[in-house]
């Protein structure tokens, strides 16, 4: 099935198309309608095996409702399985896609990058009425958009029927309001890391971009320290930057400073470890506090009780 929407040729005032292009592809056709004919498409698909190369264009979610489709996206690798999605975007010149074996039904739907950035636009200055034709792609970057995440509840029901429905022939919404919509709930999910990415201050495009950049990676390295007792001045020399700088540029792009990040981290870690049947003493141990009394103290600060009384039922 292959349906475009609108005119290709015409574009919105604001500059992004109003036509959407409608595809289902299966194991047979899938190289045959690979290519796209808008900026924005819907191309759900039923397929069993597969090793590609797709080029992003626009915000691309790839959402699977069954089965499991890996992704790599410069070396990282990304399982998107049963309700999960994963955004990439234009800035990646190449993705590779595989599917090994096993009956994936998902859904490909990719936006025109104007399109998202009137968007962001809007949850950035949501009272700047003046400025709705100055909507320009610096706003799509990298940082903003390459995750991996669970869809939530409106976001889950809206893909699923995009894709049972585009599956069937019975898509009886316009495809592009469809886009509208998901466009929609992809910024709202997102919202935290892309008004982190505007709190930082910096006169330039590309030095906000670079910083951003420098603090995904300090930030990830404290997602992995939690077993380790990394300094935060290492934290900031993998980001190639002082540690003070590092510590006033965290605060004020994420709200919190790097050390309560890190330790807030560990106390959601230790509830995990909790439920796997550790005691308390050997989580304490293994999320590096000096002892009991000050995983508690750390524990009680943050969830409001002592350990002892958070798993009471």
Partial sequence: MERVEGSPSKQHTLGYSNSCEIVHVTDKNYHALKGRKSKNRIMSSCLTSLEDEVKPL????????????????????????????LLVNETFPTVDIAIKKE???????????????????????????DNYNSTAQYLLTPELFVNEAVAEKPMQELLNFILFS?????????GIELIYELTSLVVKNNEETIKSYYNLEAAKLSTRQELFRRLLVGKEVLDDSLFSNLSIKQ????CCLSEFRFYRLFKQCFGDSPYNYL??????????????GLSWVEIATQLNFTDLAAFS?????????????AFIH
Avoid at 115 to 127: A, F
Avoid at 297 to 309: E, L, R, T
């Fill in 58 to 85: 626009g915000l691309g979610i790839k959402f699977v409702a069954q089965g499991e489709e890996s992704y790599w996206v410069k070396d990282k690798r990304f399982c998107v399985s049963n309700g999960k999605y």
């Fill in 103 to 129: 009956t994936t039904r998902a859904v490909c739907v990719d936006i025109d990058a104007a399109l998202v950035n009137d968007l962001l636009l809007q949850t950035i200055y949501p009272n700047d009425l």
């Fill in 166 to 174: 585009s599956a069937s022939q019975a898509l009886d919404r316009p």
């Fill in 235 to 238: 934290v900031a020399e993998t």
């Fill in 263 to 276: 330790y807030k981290k560990r106390i959601e870690k230790s509830v995990e470890l909790k439920k796997d």
């Fill in 297 to 309: 103290k750390s524990f009680k600060k943050v969830k409001g009780v002592a350990p002892s009384k």
